[in-house]
T-cell receptor, first 114, second 113 residues
Framework: EAQVTQNPRYLITVTGKKLTVTCSQN?????MSWYRQDPGLGLRQIYY???????DKGDVPEGYKVSRKEKRNFPLILESPSPNQTSLYFC?????????????FGDGTRLSIL | AQSVAQPEDQVNVAEGNPLTVKCTYS??????LFWYVQYPNRGLQFLLK??????LVKGSYGFEAEFNKSQTSFHLKKPSALVSDSALYFC???????????FGGGTRLMVKP
């Protein structure tokens, strides 16, 4: 089954403790992206990757890192999490960067930073 | 910079009645517009998209959307709502370079029996 898989689905942690949220897709997609969802703000793009070893900032990149060493994986790294990063996070992918391509989303990761 | 506005936080409609969820956008160049739906504890699911051509776009689950270039709108519609349509709906625009997808704030649709 074609899917985008995120882990963990839920995480409660403390300020300053490094964490990584993994994202993997099995569709051989070139484009991958991370979003955070906050009430009333919709989804905001954190980082995206147009291909292996190519990453770039989205609208809200502060406090986050990403890497794209393999086509299928696009982990989101919070080096020193803070409470304002408490949010619902989504990973998404699309075959390429053609603007008419819809993105496929994972089921989300709910992070709580205490 | 591109932007999307969904002016209603919530839309309430009775089952069997038509529904409309509103969306307006701002983007440079051609608009590539999408509607997604989110059910509880799930990711976003693609409903439909507008690229070029017919201003009325048909999508999944009986939904359709009307594109209006002069009003820069892309409203989501369905002729007869179902209780199972209750969910959070997002309008989005992808830029011409394809690297950025910008979402509206979302509209919660409540369909009552």
């Amino acid at each position: 089954e074609a899917q985008v898989t995120q882990n963990p689905r839920y995480l409660i942690t403390v300020t300053g403790k490094k964490l990584t949220v993994t994202c993997s897709q099995n569709m051989n997609h070139e484009y991958m992206s991370w979003y955070r969802q906050d009430p009333g703000l919709g989804l905001r793009q954190i980082y995206y990757s147009m291909n292996v070893e190519v990453t770039d900032k989205g609208d809200v990149p502060e406090g986050y890192k990403v890497s794209r060493k393999e086509k299928r994986n696009f982990p989101l790294i919070l080096e020193s999490p803070s409470p304002n990063q408490t949010s619902l996070y989504f990973c998404a992918s699309s075959p390429g960067v053609l603007p008419n391509q819809p993105q496929h989303f994972g089921d989300g990761t709910r992070l709580s930073i205490l | 910079a591109q932007s999307v506005a969904q002016p209603e936080d919530q839309v309430n409609v009775a089952e069997g009645n038509p529904l409309t969820v509103k969306c307006t956008y701002s983007v440079s160049g051609n608009p590539y517009l999408f509607w997604y739906v989110q059910y509880p504890n799930r990711g976003l699911q693609f409903l439909l998209k507008y690229i070029t051509g017919d201003n009325l776009v048909k999508g999944s689950y009986g939904f359709e959307a009307e594109f209006n270039k002069s009003q820069t709108s892309f409203h989501l519609k369905k002729p007869s709502a179902l209780v199972s349509d209750s969910a959070l709906y997002f309008c989005a625009v992808r830029n011409n370079a394809g690297n950025m997808l910008t979402f509206g704030g979302g509209t919660r649709l409540m369909v009552k029996p």
